[in-house]
Nanobody, 126 residues
Framework: QVQLAESGGGLVQAGGSLRLSCAAS????????MGWFRQAPGKERDFVAA??????????YYTDSVKGRFTISRDDAMKTVYLQMDDLKPDDTAVYYC?????????????????WGRGTQVTVSS
């Protein structure tokens, strides 16, 4: 089992920044990929960003709408993942979820993720 806890959400004006954190505990040795998804009211839960690490090497992935504005990173202990969100837009308003998956499948496919946090609300006002 892996437990995930998000924090850092809030209300911000358009153009502002927020930094989300996701702390992992439990069987974290199996967490090869950690990702962020978001779900706006009445919409599907969509991929935002992910970071993988294999053999000491990490790689990042982003959905097109956040490229150049969001940055995913991790601490050295591989127990916390961050999502730095800059130049926020009203369309970024959603509940943001942290998730983790092992190797295999696609980092973009939420069905391939096994463990999920409870989410943190991000609201961007215009």
């Amino acid at each position: 089992q892996v437990q995930l806890a998000e924090s850092g959400g809030g209300l911000v004006q358009a153009g502002g920044s927020l930094r989300l954190s996701c702390a992992a505990s439990g069987r974290t040795f199996s967490t090869y990929v950690m990702g962020w998804f978001r779900q706006a009211p009445g919409k599907e839960r969509d991929f935002v960003a992910a970071i993988s690490w294999i053999g000491g090497s990490s790689r990042t992935y982003y959905t097109d709408s956040v490229k150049g504005r969001f940055t995913i990173s991790r601490d050295d202990a591989m127990k916390t993942v961050y999502l730095q969100m800059d130049d926020l837009k009203p369309d970024d308003t959603a509940v943001y979820y942290c998730s983790t998956k092992s190797l295999g499948g696609s980092v973009y496919n939420r069905q391939d993720y096994l463990y999920w946090g409870r989410g943190t609300q991000v609201t961007v006002s215009s």
